[in-house]
T-cell receptor, first 112, second 113 residues
Framework: AQSVSQHNHHVILSEAASLELGCNYS??????LFWYVQYPGQHLQLLLKYFSGDPLVKGIKGFEAEFIKSKFSFNLRKPSVQWSDTAEYFC??????????FGKGTHLIIQP | GAGVSQTPSNKVTEKGKYVELRCDPI?????LYWYRQSLGQGPEFLIY????????DSGLPNDRFFAVRPEGSVSTLKIQRTERGDSAVYLCASSMGGPDTQYFGPGTRLTVL
């Protein structure tokens, strides 16, 4: 069975700080990897995804993630966060089955 | 275009009652997924439909949970003899199938008293 681990459950940063949210997964086969974001009062929406090719993936709103196969990791990064980035962030993997397996999420708070 | 819609947005019921939760996917999406999100957790996969048939129902927790998609569009998640532990946000997502991006609805918050 596949699983996803997100290392930080709560992160508090000041505006303009750099962000890195960790995500590790366990699955031995080919995977598709996703980061979803849930802004306050809104539904889950896709930030970025990795299927194949360049392991450095760029998404919306200046976010990027790097797939490191040897480390089973897909960490999310942003060089300079904004107050509007306050949200819940979920890493997810699609392995042998079509349903996604999500991590527990990271609650990010950006202080102005 | 319209996104995934779910009704009701909130449902409060008593222990032992039967509930139905509805999902309207994005038009043209052949794949439909149900997830359950408990407080402080990420979404947990329940069931996946490709067209009218349940292609994978391995995530349904027990036989009190059942879902249908009779015409390959709208889906209904049915929960019999609800328990307090069923309280959660039930999310629906749809896609074109396979590895395509899943688009999520706003969810139905179910509270079992």
């Amino acid at each position: 069975a596949q699983s996803v681990s997100q290392h930080n459950h709560h992160v508090i940063l000041s505006e303009a700080a750099s962000l890195e949210l960790g995500c590790n997964y366990s699955y031995g086969g080919t995977v598709n990897l996703f980061w979803y974001v849930q802004y306050p009062g809104q539904h889950l929406q896709l930030l970025l995804k990795y299927f194949s090719g360049d392991p450095l993936v760029k998404g919306i709103k200046g976010f990027e993630a790097e797939f490191i196969k040897s480390k089973f990791s897909f960490n999310l990064r942003k060089p300079s966060v904004q107050w509007s980035d306050t949200a819940e962030y979920f890493c997810a993997v699609r392995g042998g089955a079509d349903g996604l397996t999500f991590g527990k999420g990271t609650h990010l708070i950006i202080q102005p | 275009g319209a996104g995934v819609s779910q009704t009701p947005s909130n449902k409060v019921t008593e222990k032992g009652k039967y509930v139905e939760l509805r999902c309207d996917p994005i038009s043209g999406h052949t794949a439909l997924y149900w997830y359950r999100q408990s407080l402080g957790q990420g979404p947990e996969f329940l069931i996946y439909f490709q067209g009218t048939g349940a292609a994978d129902d391995s995530g349904l927790p027990n036989d009190r949970f059942f879902a249908v998609r009779p015409e390959g569009s709208v889906s209904t998640l049915k929960i019999q003899r609800t328990e307090r532990g069923d309280s959660a946000v039930y999310l629906c997502a749809s896609s074109m199938g396979g590895p395509d991006t899943q688009y999520f609805g706003p969810g139905t918050r179910l509270t079992v008293l």
